[in-house]
Structures are given as structure tokens and as C-alpha cells.
């Protein structure tokens, strides 16, 4: 009778030729980071050029990878970046321009220099664009250049940084990237800040490109790491905003009982569409519309974490613009209009997060006719009447 044959094991090198290599595993490298002293403080990620553009060529792009040379030092950004399809569905319909893959340094670069050229003027409208408070963005790029009506954008004065990305090497690199030259620059130029190096003094280095450093927070030595949202017991209530701030006085110089006037609910009212009859009915869709403006910004107080505002969950607390741990946001306005643009214009929407839709849409516009309806000076005398006041003293 036959024995049964033996199984191999798994891990058996039994038949495999020692002089054979090992199966080699992908596994992605780690990029290198630059040390820089200040840089480091105010940018989660500082690469050089060369290691940023490697980064971002195709894994199948060998030889491109191997002909690109060192310049100067870029740091990446932490902020997310928009959408990059329509980025790149935008530089296409901006330039009208085709596949260049095949063009190489053998071939000349002479062309790369309007690329190079145009690549520039897309972000700066870009840039532009993407700022919906209607103010200059806080982009080196975007120096020199002022809105113009119709026309679009108008440069009133010469911009150095502009001048620099258009001299050499910069058309050199977008020619050694080939045919994914156009979207890494325009990924660069909008992504992230771009410094050189001086000839004065030792690691010292100048800004091109990105938002100026001086516009830029430092970070801890712990916000480098993921963000991750705060307990509630980590949060605390400010008692000498609470109980032992200064009283609100009124134009007789008693004390104002109730919210401020610069209060969220007294800003936005509820105008009940009982109190339009008989208007007509465009003022009473004007209304309609400006109730929905003024539950939107309510909600955007209330529930800031929701439309990507600052909020006491997940950000940091600038020091430059106050001592107390946490920020005060009797005020967003400003806020809100960097982020969303001015609520109430016509070509502004804003998209309400999906849980505020239904039950908090309806409970938040409850609050602002509730407090409409409560007086609550005669509420406080009421519950704690006092001779002084019912007087008027």
C-alpha cells in the first residue's frame, strides 16, 4: 500500500535556488523632511523642491525622477486643498492646451517659458477667485494685481516674485516634468510657499511664493500631529466674561438687562410673516429671504463646528488675539465672510450642514421669535422686583 505523500510547508525553501533574489515588497519611503529653525514652527511639512516634485511624479516616471535637480526649499502646507479635478478642469479651459508629454530638454524649452508664463496668471486669477470677502488675498502672487470690473484682474505694478518664477530654473523644472509639469506647478504655487536661498549669512532663506510668513501662526510643538476633538471635560467656561464682566449701559446710563445689542439674536430677527398682511408680496419674499439669512447666521453662531468655523472643539486659540484660553465669539461676521462671503448677497450660498436641515432648523428660528417675544427687563422685575427700577433709577 502507497504512504501519502507529504504536504510542504509554507515556510519550507526546500527547491528554491539560493542564488534566486528575494520578492521585493512595495512599501512607500518616507520623503525627507528639512530641519530649518523658523520654517519648521510655522509648516507641518518642509520639503526641498526636488523631493516635492518626486513626490508627486507617476511611480512609472524613472527617468524623469532621475533628471530633476535640487532648487531651492518649498514648505508644504497643512491647510486641505480644494478639489483637484476641478483645479485641473479649470487649467485646461484656461489655456486650451494639449498633451506636451512628448516635449524634453533635447528639444528645447524655449516654449515652457510662456507655459510658465500662463501657469502664473491662472493662480493669481485663481487666488482671486477662490476669495469671497472681496479683499486682496493674502498671496505673494497676488501683489501688484487689483480687481477691474469687467476685465477681470489688472496689474498695476510690477510684482517681483511673478518675475522670478518666470526666470530661470523654473521653466527648466516645468519642462523636466513632462507631462505632469502643469498640474504639480499649479499645485505648488497654490498649495504651498515656496522659499529660496540668499548668498547672505548661513540657512537663511527668502519667500517667493505662498502666504506670507508673517500672516502665518506658529504651531506648538504638538499641533504637527493630528488634530483630534476635545472632550467636554476638557472645556471651560470663562467666569470673568460670565459672571464679572463690565454692565451694558443704555443712553441714560442704567443698566441694560437682557443679551447686548451686538448680540447674535438682536442682529438677526424674525420678522413673522403675520406682520406682513396686506403688503405686497415682494416685501414679503424680501422678508422670507432675510429670515432665512438671519437663521443661517444664528446656526452658524451656534453650531460653528458644523460649517467649518473656528470653534472651541478642534482649533487653536490664536495668542495674538487674546490672553484667555478660550477666543470670543460675540463677533464672526468678519469670519464669515472670508470663508462664505457676505450673507444676504445675492450671488452668496451657503449649503446648511445636513443634520441643521430639518428639527434644529425649526428649533433655532423657535429661539429667535421667543426672544423677540421676552422682555426681559420686565422678566427680572418679575422675579426680583426692585423698587429702583419699576421707578426708572
Request: with cysteine.
Amino acid at each position: 500500500m502507497a504512504r501519502p505523500r507529504k504536504r510542504k510547508h509554507a515556510g519550507s525553501t526546500k527547491g528554491i535556488s539560493e542564488d534566486e533574489p528575494p520578492t521585493k515588497k512595495s512599501k512607500a519611503q518616507p520623503i525627507p523632511q528639512v530641519r530649518h529653525a523658523v520654517l519648521n514652527q510655522f509648516y507641518p511639512n518642509v520639503l526641498t523642491l526636488r523631493n516635492y516634485a518626486i513626490s508627486r511624479l507617476p511611480a512609472s516616471s524613472r527617468i524623469r525622477r532621475r533628471k530633476i535637480a535640487a532648487v531651492g526649499v518649498v514648505t508644504k502646507s497643512s491647510d486641505p486643498p480644494p478639489s483637484e479635478d476641478k483645479r485641473w478642469e479649470g487649467w485646461k479651459s484656461f489655456s486650451q492646451k494639449g498633451d506636451e508629454s512628448y516635449v524634453t530638454l533635447s528639444n528645447g524649452v524655449a516654449g515652457f517659458a510662456e507655459s510658465q508664463a500662463l501657469i502664473i496668471e491662472y493662480v493669481v486669477r485663481t487666488l482671486f477667485a477662490r476669495d469671497k470677502s472681496g479683499r486682496w488675498p493674502k498671496h505673494m502672487l497676488c501683489d501688484g494685481y487689483r480687481r477691474s470690473g469687467a476685465l477681470g484682474l489688472r496689474a498695476i505694478r510690477p510684482n517681483p516674485h511673478v518675475e522670478v518664477l518666470q526666470r530661470s530654473p523654473w521653466p527648466e523644472l516645468l519642462a523636466l516634468l513632462g507631462e505632469s509639469g502643469d498640474r504639480i506647478m499649479i499645485d505648488l504655487l497654490l498649495d504651498c510657499s515656496i522659499f529660496v536661498s540668499v548668498n547672505g549669512g548661513i540657512n537663511n532663506f527668502c519667500q517667493i511664493s505662498g502666504k506670507p510668513l508673517s500672516e502665518i501662526d506658529a504651531q506648538s510643538p504638538h499641533s504637527r500631529e493630528a488634530d483630534a476633538a476635545k472632550n467636554p471635560s476638557e472645556l471651560v467656561f470663562v467666569r470673568n466674561r460670565m459672571l464679572y464682566a463690565r454692565a451694558a449701559l443704555n443712553a441714560r446710563g442704567m443698566v441694560q438687562f437682557g443679551l447686548r445689542h451686538i448680540h447674535v439674536l438682536n442682529r438677526s430677527p424674525y420678522h413673522h410673516p403675520d406682520d406682513d398682511k396686506g403688503g405686497p408680496t415682494e416685501e414679503q419674499e424680501r422678508k422670507a429671504r432675510q429670515n432665512e439669512v438671519h437663521t443661517l447666521r444664528v446656526m452658524m453662531y451656534m453650531f460653528p463646528r458644523q460649517f467649518g468655523l473656528h470653534n472651541v472643539f478642534t482649533s487653536k486659540v490664536n495668542l495674538k488675539e487674546t490672553s484667555q484660553r478660550l477666543k470670543d465669539y460675540t463677533l464672526r461676521e468678519e469670519e464669515i465672510a472670508e470663508k462664505f462671503g457676505r450673507l444676504g448677497d445675492p450671488n452668496v450660498r451657503v449649503r446648511t450642514p445636513k443634520r441643521l436641515r430639518c428639527r434644529a432648523n425649526e428649533l433655532v428660528r423657535r429661539l429667535q421669535i421667543l426672544h423677540q417675544r421676552c422682555s426681559y427687563s420686565e422678566l427680572l422685575q418679575h422675579y426680583c422686583p426692585s423698587r429702583h427700577r419699576a421707578l426708572g433709577y
